[in-house]
């Protein structure tokens, strides 16, 4: 291998595609008779050192065809002047064919999940990828542990020109960008007939392009990720093996959680972030609608979920408990469980979480308004700062006073008070402000409950089915998934990072390979999608367990 390395480039940790500019060539040939044993270095050691001067005395700059040398170096020219020399330009020939044979991936988007993308699909080394990020340090990232991915800085993903070029001259897009991207992402991706792929939820605005995606012949693949995703498959591989045997899905609640390992859940939120903190706790302040014993239950926006946390009753020796998620009665459709009475789906956290974030939003910290205070560029605050003026008392307060202020706004027990204490709202740290009092303590979470280099983190799933078969009979099957992430192996060792990673990755190779030939939306809940990517999972480590008991 070869590569130009620069002050720029080593100062970046990104290679540069040519051998063109300042800096120094380090080349290395693997040649393993050369290498073991010794005899054989000696051996070729010696025929070498004869051409040692006639190597030092040539001039690279000047023409091949005048370099003045003996048969024996000339014919072992490669390149001279930028070119290929005479002998060796049937690799311009292997390149082209090569490029022909290969697939071209596009990522958009380089955050936790992309690192297992990635890593999945460049083991086939006639599939090349493309990262695209206006974040430079996840960039570096990628190029540091996967040398043969190709990088891109795109300062705005949203600019027309720029990713209309990208996505034509590729034959798949990943969109692993913020949601907000998505609709014009896909606009383009049916303007330059190009398959495209993500983790998110296919949006009631998303869903309106379908015609447009169908029109264009191109496959659009959503929800393949690990909820939604891999969720669905387990799901539907148990509702379609029910359905074969004439039994009826009687109930069907769905509980996920990416949690950190239990030895590092040492924070009161008991919580860790591998993914935006902002949207991860903005998912608290949603509303929820589910079905329960036959009856519809509503749960308001704003915070009410935390009320409705309860403990959970399977995964016992975590200490788990849930709360309803977003709309699941939709889901009796999308599922066609005419006959279920209960359909929840809800979101896992460890026991006590729900309590201190009740507590914060009843002090204000999750208000989404503006304040003028916590603008970026306002006048910088401490934490005692920012909470006094949350609370709306004296910035000058003592630390007794703010913490008393605090018990007699939450009137609740000393635990609690003392949770949110530990979250270090009262301490002389400088907040980094980000115009709301959510998203400046979103920030705060970040920089306090991140993942450190040797901590792992952990992902649970729960589907519990009711079953009724044809003899009358009921039974209740629960499907569990437990993934622990990997110390010590950055992002790409997370377990978020792999279970929604690897899922998007598989369906990527299926698409490039042909064998998702399906046009439009394409959801993981048909058996020729989630047969072959559950069973690609148990190869990646990735599977689930069932037990059933009588009802």
Known sequence: MCGQFSDRLLNTHLLSPSIAGE???????????????????????????PYID????????????????????????IASNGRLTPRFQYIDTLRRQNEARGHKVLILGAGFVVPSIVGYLIRDPNT?????SNLVSDLEYIKKYFPRASVAKVDEVAEDECLGKLI???????????????TKVINACIAHKKNFLTASYCSPELRKLETAIENAGIIGVMEMGLD??????????????VYRRGGKVISYKSYTGGLPAPEFADNPLRYKFSWSPEAAMSTVLNSALYLEDGKRKEIAAGGDLMDAAQRMNDLIGFNLESYPNRDSISYKDVYKLKDCETVIRGTIRYKGFAKVVRALINLGFMDTKEHPKLAPGAPSLTWHEVTC????????????????AIRAKLNTSEEVVQDILKLEILSDKVAELKGSPFATISQHFADIMAYGPNERDLIVMSHQIGIEWPDKRRELRVVRLVVYGEAGKGKAGLAMSRTVGIP????????LDGKIQRKGYVLPLTSDIYEPILEELKNEGIQATEVTVPL
């Open 389 to 404: 003026t949350i609370l709306g008392i004296d910035p000058t307060s003592s630390t007794k006073t703010a913490a008393d």
């Open 23 to 49: 800096g120094f060539l380090v080349c290395s040939i693997d040649n393993m008779p050369s290498q073991i044993p010794v005899e054989a270095s000696n051996y070729f050691g010696d025929r070498l050192m």
């Open 168 to 182: 034509s001259r590729h034959d798949l897009v990943v969109i692993m960008t913020p949601w907000k991207f998505h």
């Open 228 to 241: 939604p995703g891999i969720d669905h498959m387990l799901a539907m591989e148990c509702f379609d093996e």
């Open 504 to 511: 998007a990755a598989i369906a990527a190779r299926m698409i």
């Open 128 to 132: 090349s990828v493309t990262v695209v």
């Open 54 to 77: 006639s190597f030092l005395a040539s001039d690279a700059t000047e023409p091949f065809e005048c370099y003045k040398a003996s048969p024996v170096i000339k014919n072992a020219v």
